[in-house]
């Protein structure tokens, strides 16, 4: 259905198809567990997710989070999963647990030299058209990539990947946005 505004009306729109709704809103609410957990624009509820649990929510596939901590010095985030540590641009709690969250579109498959790199386990592919989803394996953790275009990747491969470090989304141990 397609909703058109007229003598500037206000229309509320329940959905859980996340894709509908932010096709045509110009304001979001996201209710968890019968809460609002964020109101904003599409944009911000999804590149600005205000919480750990709106960013788990929120995108298709959902964002990969990894619980780690801050170096002593709070210039790099830290997991056991990851094998390289992580440049954090900004201020940061020195030596403080977090959470990390990536979003699967925000992973590259190639890098440059001044990125810290991963190296994981492609364990499935899905070509869906327009682009594909990657499933793997970094450490013990499961890693959803999704990959602009059709990608010539075999299941049981090694692939090194980057992280878009502009894109990096940090939550504290009580799961709010830092």
Do not use: C
Request: net charge negative; no cysteine.
């Amino acid at each position: 259905k397609r909703l058109q505004r007229e003598n500037n009306q206000t229309f509320v729109y329940v959905s859980h198809d996340e894709e509908e709704v932010m096709a045509i809103s110009d304001r979001v609410a996201v209710i968890i567990g019968g809460n609002i957990a964020q109101i904003g624009t599409p944009d911000d509820v999804y590149s600005r997710p205000n919480s750990l649990a709106v960013a788990e929510v929120i995108g298709t596939p959902p964002m990969n989070l990894f619980k780690g901590r801050f170096s002593s010095d709070g210039m790099f985030f830290e997991a056991e999963n990851l094998n390289a540590r992580i440049p954090i641009l900004g201020e940061t709690k020195r030596g403080g647990n977090a959470t990390l969250g990536i979003r699967p579109e925000d992973i590259w498959l190639e890098s440059d030299e001044n990125s810290a790199t991963f190296d994981l386990k492609i364990s499935t592919v899905e070509p869906l058209g327009g682009y594909t989803i990657l499933n793997a394996l970094l450490g013990d953790q499961i890693v959803k990539i999704r990959a602009p275009g059709q990608v010539h990747i075999e299941g049981g491969s090694d692939q090194k990947v980057a992280f878009d470090q502009r894109r990096i989304h940090l939550f504290d141990d009580e799961g709010a946005r830092l």
